[in-house]
């Protein structure tokens, strides 16, 4: 009886010991699952890139496109600018000296004006080219 008594309380040990190392293995299991909490960590490495895309941008054969006066794109410095209503208001103080830089990166145009004062333009026009852009040159 004594003995088996004895293999009773060594088999209820294994038992226990083997209980002890399954739940600490099943704690480790938890913590490996707790890994994937640094996703918005991931998510946030990708807003620079969602905010990087916000601007359109077009290649000059996009804005080559865009070369008459009732459809009229300039690229001036890295940016692109829709001056169709622009023209077609006959506001520009240019006339349509305007039309020459159509479809084209009309930066030095714009800058040099050799079929006027052959002077830049002045801070004033420059301003107002805002309210032209639609986006940046690729
Ligand atoms: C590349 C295209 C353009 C060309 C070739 C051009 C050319 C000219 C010319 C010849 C004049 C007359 C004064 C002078 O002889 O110097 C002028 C005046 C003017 N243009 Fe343009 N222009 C262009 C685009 C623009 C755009 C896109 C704007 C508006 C955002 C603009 C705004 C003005 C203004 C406000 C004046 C009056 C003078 C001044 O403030 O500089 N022009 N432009």
Redesign the pocket.
């Known amino acids: 009886m004594n003995r088996n008594a004895f293999i009773a309380v060594v088999v209820i040990l294994v038992l226990i010991i083997a209980g002890v190392v399954l739940a600490k293995s099943m704690g480790q299991d938890q913590t490996v699952v707790e890994n994937p909490t640094p996703t918005p960590l991931a998510t946030a490495t990708s807003i620079p890139s969602t905010a990087s895309s916000t601007a359109k941008t077009y290649p000059l054969t996009e804005v080559a496109k865009h070369n008459k006066s009732t459809d009229c794109w300039?690229a001036?410095s890295g940016k692109v600018?829709d001056?169709t209503k622009?023209i077609a208001s006959g506001m520009?103080?240019?006339g349509e000296?305007?039309l020459?830089?159509c479809g084209k990166d009309?930066t030095t145009?714009?800058e040099t004006?050799p079929?006027?004062?052959g002077?830049p333009?002045?801070a004033?026009?420059h301003a107002?080219?805002v309210?032209?852009y639609i986006g940046d040159l690729k």
Do not use: K
């Open positions: 300039l001036i600018y001056v622009f520009h103080p240019g000296a305007i020459q830089g009309a145009l714009f004006r079929m006027g004062s002077t333009h002045s004033q026009a107002a080219l309210n032209f």
